[in-house]
């Protein structure tokens, strides 16, 4: 006689048949794997390949995104992989450094291993290798009794002709055609995703690359954190992802004239522009690495979040929603998705997956109220990179702006480091922060330009630096007021 557990992994086995097929066990798929068979849902996690990837992004996990590990029961795959503690970020201008530590209080009224003795500690973010996390999120999904995984490449959905309903998916596994079906099919499958075109008519935007090296052994002028560089170019980040491992990625924008083949390409573009507006402690490691490490590059996709609409079916993670990630918020967005999503879909309120009305119900409300947190990841992220890769006269004087507005600390750090750590989550207070950064920016902007200057500047000059924060935010918060 079979246990119902025992029942349900033999149908998952045998006839391919669960609760749930999640498509992709990336970050959001093998957290979501394992969130819904806590639930004792039944789950299939297809996966295309269970190598170890290796991958230049998804390698900064912000103090929320911990916290969202620890409510999912995942804090443990934080250990054993090198793993390094995140304590703020370091910004460099032109030369000149301001330290951003993540908020003291941020956390007030919550209680983690990370504050067990008598003094509050600083929220903590963590760096590391991706592939390394990745594989620890597959062996908690792997070990789970109600998640079976797979690896198989997810070819087509199994859609109802009659309803439109999704049904599952087709897949090759060891190069044989099958089919895996569930009430809800969850598609996972990252930012190059093969199926969001099925269901949206918009596409991801990406204006720029990131190109990543390792270093090794770099000394970095603030360890245990994360390091924004301005200068001529457009940004570089600099943070740890172990003990002698260091993570560089190196923005360039599409048609930069610096890194195009006359000028040497990518490596020109680097020993000319970037490697001069480094820390000069730094500048010998990166030099090396240039010699002796590949490039590699990514992608910088812009994808606004859009309601699931389609019965028996949720598009998450990068295949849904994708920002800059110059502000790391990825990961800590896909695993607070997933807190979400867990929540409306409690047994106590979806007994059900079945249910496909309730289901869809539920994805709709995950869709809003998501946004308390995504939408000021999203939008922080997409106005931050227009300004730390200004490349016009307004743009300069915001990102000086913006600069000096860190420079007078407190709450000019607390504020906008906190919405960047996902610990305060209120739209409100980014939209206010940008915008005292816009007026602070006008006043160094009129200041600055000498008495000849200072008519123009504060009149026509001033308003087109207004005119222009305006433009780089407005567009980004009329994306997430979209359904």
């Not at 079979?2 to 086995?13: A, C, G, I, V």
């Not at 993540?102 to 919550?110: N, Q, V």
């Not at 600069?403 to 607390?414: Q, T």
């Not at 200072?454 to 009329?478: D, E, H, N, Q």
Request: net charge neutral; proline share 6%; hydrophobic share 40%.
């Amino acid at each position: 006689m079979y246990t119902p557990s025992e029942k349900e992994q033999l149908r998952r086995d045998e006839h391919h048949e669960a609760d749930v097929v999640v498509v992709g066990a990336g970050i959001l798929g093998c957290a979501v794997a394992v969130a819904l068979g806590n639930q004792d849902r039944s789950v299939i996690l297809l996966e295309r390949s269970l190598k170890e990837p290796d991958r230049i992004v998804g390698e900064l996990l912000q103090p929320a995104g911990v916290q969202a590990l620890e409510k999912l029961g995942l804090r443990d795959c934080l250990e054993d992989i090198d793993a390094v503690k995140v304590f703020g970020y370091d910004v460099i201008y032109y030369g000149e450094e301001v330290a951003i530590p993540y908020p003291e209080d941020a956390r007030a009224g919550e209680a983690s291993d990370e504050m067990r003795g008598t003094k509050r500690k600083r929220p903590e973010g963590r760096s590391f290798h991706h592939g390394r996390f990745i594989q620890r999120l597959r062996e908690k999904a792997m070990a789970h009794p109600n998640v079976t995984v797979i690896e198989a490449t997810a070819t087509e959905m199994v859609t109802s002709g009659y309803t439109g309903q999704v049904l599952g998916v087709e897949a090759n596994v060891q190069g044989k055609p099958d089919s895996f079906f569930g009430h809800l099919t969850i598609i996972a499958d990252g930012y190059a995703s093969k199926f969001r075109k099925e269901y949206r008519s918009d596409t991801p935007v990406a204006r720029s690359k990131f190109w990543g090296l390792e270093l090794i052994d770099a000394p970095l002028p603030m360890p245990n954190h994360g390091h924004v560089i301005l200068g001529d170019g457009a940004p570089v980040l600099l943070y740890q992802i172990g003990t002698h491992e260091t993570r560089a990625l190196v923005d360039i924008p599409e048609n930069t004239t610096s890194a195009s083949v006359a000028n040497g390409g990518v490596k020109g573009h680097i020993r000319n522009v970037v490697i001069p507006s480094l820390p000069p402690a730094v500048r010998p490691c990166f030099e090396a690495a240039i010699e002796k490490d590949r490039l590699r590059s990514m992608p910088n996709s812009f994808l606004p979040p859009k309601t699931n609409i389609t019965p028996g079916l949720a598009i998450l993670g990068d295949a849904l929603n994708m920002r800059h990630p110059l502000t790391g918020g990825g990961m800590t967005v896909a695993f607070n998705d997933v807190v979400l999503l867990s929540d409306l879909l409690d047994p106590a309120v979806v007994p059900s997956l079945a249910s496909t009305g309730l289901v869809l119900k539920q994805l709709k409300r995950l869709h809003w109220q998501r946004k308390s947190l995504s939408s000021v990841i999203n939008i922080l992220a997409q106005a931050l990179y227009s300004l730390f890769a200004a490349n016009d006269t307004q743009l300069k004087a915001l990102q000086q702006g913006c600069f000096e507005y860190f420079k007078l600390g407190g709450n000019c750090v607390d504020g906008p480091v906190g919405l960047l750590a996902g610990i305060i989550r209120n739209p409100f207070v980014l939209i206010y922060h940008f915008f005292s950064v816009a007026v602070y920016a006008i006043w160094i902007y009129v200041a600055s330009g000498g008495i000849l200057a200072a008519p123009f500047r504060a009149t026509i000059g001033s308003s087109m630096v207004f005119y222009k924060a305006c433009a780089v935010l407005f567009p980004y918060i009329f994306s997430e007021l979209r359904a």
